[in-house]
């Protein structure tokens, strides 16, 4: 068995250092982890919360030896992470899947909900060396905009656009509205998507007939994170192990599902 | 005429190779298997299918043991009526043979769904009667020989395709289930499905998974599912399938030596990618070469005569 695989796929029970309120609904828990501590932008972990569930979630960030996820409560565990404080003990394997490129040209990230927390790792590398570092995010509302004074001070001036649904922060649209616009005014060389799929897919609509390219992390039901189970297959993918971050190209390939549908746990189709 | 060495025929099955993509492993979606057979495949065993849906058990659902996983997914799968389309569509994209792997709650459960599985256009069907961690499927009837009998009997009599039965190692004498299953007319036995398991975290001091006890699969399996090979080909002439940790060629070949007509590889696609299919594969070529043999045939079993 490749020993290196083995170190990263066994659980390590580990304390939560620390938890942080993102927003009404959302909160960041750092956990100590060596392995975890050395995730690229776009990797992920699997997160055990004792006797509740395993959940797949995108690292936010690392520091030394510790790693930090951005949570938001949508389901029972996620409910049930949200109730513990730090001390509490949970399990960790990982980190898992590939890393977005990190180019250095023309960026422009596109962000939506918890979406924006791998960006921000991502912004964080970036923010020096790019030529240029651009951002349109959405949410629902404006406490929901997450990091988007972190995003706003890592990008390139006057470069941030945020969109709100109900109109209380920024455009009152969607996000892929300006960014529409965005791209028929401004040329880029590469174009970094994260959050709600349906959101990704009009991204890609967008950047497909321009001809930019493009990665764009995904999220599926997840059991095994290691490409065994077949649970969160798009097309020939595996978005645990050939992804969670695909390209133009790879987006191309699944079309008819990206946006549209996933598999169920039972390995039915179902609406996205 | 026979110029690919590796070419053999396994219960009526043409294979180009002697590997196959093991049950459970990938296996939903028409896309995943093509994906594999593109990878060298010479067969491929779609994930357990049974009468009615089930989402199978909550996470943890997979965890790391030294050389090898514990898994206990819980059969999750969508039913034969929904899965006869996904069945029908692989058939269309397919280059190599669908084996649909079915389980059943009873002998009659078992042999409906074969049937629509074949109906559908699966070129085989194996039984599940083996499955490590659900309640009275599997396991229950693999256990027991009478059973297994019962059981192979009905879906011999419901589908005209191959049956191929999968064996569980957790009994205590697997050459008398391999007999039984043998006797009401298998057309093949792999051997062998994973090995009951469980892992405790030491710090909350609980099992974790789960669904607390799982089957281990993985290098770590692949001495108990040699002998297990070994044992049954000595007493059954039935074909058998290799299954248990395979990674390498040497794996492969061990098992071929032992008595196996093919093999089946799983847990290794997480160690090694899909692409551990033509590594194997070119690896048993070679040694066949070496060895100066024309076809796998004149090596199964080998480690019986010498």
């Known amino acids: 068995m490749s020993d290196k695989l083995t170190a990263t796929n066994t659980l390590r029970a580990t304390r939560i250092l620390s938890v942080k309120t993102e927003s009404p609904t959302t909160k960041t828990f750092t956990f100590k982890d060596k392995l975890c501590a050395k995730a690229k932008p776009g990797q992920f972990l699997m997160l055990w919360i004792p006797r509740v569930d395993e959940i797949p979630l995108s690292i936010m960030n690392t520091e030394g030896t510790s790693v930090s996820v951005t949570v938001k409560a949508v389901g029972d565990a996620t409910q049930a992470l949200h109730k513990m404080k730090s001390g509490e003990t949970v399990g960790l394997r990982g980190p898992f899947g590939n890393n977005f490129t990190e180019n250095t040209s023309r960026v422009l990230m596109v962000g939506g909900g918890t979406g924006n927390a791998p960006l921000l790792f991502l912004a964080k590398r970036l923010a020096a060396k790019a030529k240029r570092l651009a951002l349109v995010i959405g949410a629902k509302t404006k406490n929901e905009l997450l990091f988007l004074n972190q995003l706003e001070a890592l990008c390139t001036e006057q470069s941030t656009i945020a969109t709100t649904e109900d109109g209380s922060y920024g455009l009152k649209c969607l996000a892929t509205e300006p960014l529409d616009k965005l791209l028929n005014k401004e040329k880029f060389d590469m174009i970094y998507a994260c959050g709600p799929e349906p959101m990704i897919r009009q991204v890609f609509d967008l950047t497909e007939k321009r001809g930019i390219p493009m990665e764009a992390s995904l999220e599926r039901l997840m059991r095994c994170g290691i490409g065994l189970c077949g649970s969160c297959v798009i097309g020939k993918y595996r978005v645990c192990r050939d992804g969670p971050v695909f390209t133009a190209a790879q987006l191309r390939e699944v079309k008819d599902e990206l946006g549209i549908s996933k598999l169920g746990f039972d390995g039915n189709r179902i609406p996205l | ?306």
């Open chain 2, 1 to 306: 005429m026979n110029s690919n060495p590796l070419r053999t025929r396994l219960a009526g099955l043409e294979l180009r190779n002697p590997t196959a993509l093991a049950s459970g492993i990938l296996g939903y979606s028409a896309e995943s298997l093509q994906r594999i057979a593109e990878a060298g495949a010479g067969a491929v065993v779609t994930k357990s299918v049974g009468l009615t849906p089930r989402v199978g058990y909550p996470n943890p659902t997979v965890v790391q043991a030294s050389g090898g996983i514990i898994n206990a997914m819980g059969l999750p799968n969508p039913g034969i009526e929904a899965y006869a389309g996904e069945i029908r569509h692989a058939k269309t994209v397919l280059a190599v043979p669908l084996i649909v792997s079915v389980y059943g709650y009873s002998a009659e459960e078992y042999a409906t769904v074969a049937k629509a599985a074949a109906t559908a256009g699966a070129d085989a069907v194996e039984l599940n009667v083996s499955c490590p961690h659900v309640k009275e499927t599997g396991s229950e009837i693999g256990q027991n020989p009478a059973l297994l009998k019962d059981t192979v009997r009905k879906v011999k009599a419901a589908v005209r395709k191959p049956v191929i039965v999968k064996l569980s190692p957790n009994v205590t004498d697997i050459v008398q289930l391999a007999q039984a299953a043998a006797t009401a007319g298998a057309d093949a036995l792999t051997a062998i499905n994973s090995v009951r398991a469980i892992a405790i975290d030491v710090e909350t001091a609980q099992p974790i998974l789960s669904n607390k006890r799982g089957g281990l699969s993985g290098p770590a399996i692949k001495p108990i599912a040699l002998r297990c090979v070994y044992d049954i080909s000595e007493k059954v002439k039935t074909p058998i399938i290799g299954c248990g940790g395979i990674a390498t060629w040497q794996d492969a070949v061990e098992f071929l030596l032992a008595g196996a007509s093919a093999v089946q590889i799983g847990t290794a696609i997480a160690l090694k990618d899909p692409a551990v299919f033509t590594t194997i594969n070119r690896g048993i070529a070679a040694y066949l070469k070496k060895k100066k043999h024309r076809s796998i045939k004149e090596i199964v079993g080998q480690a019986h005569r010498n």
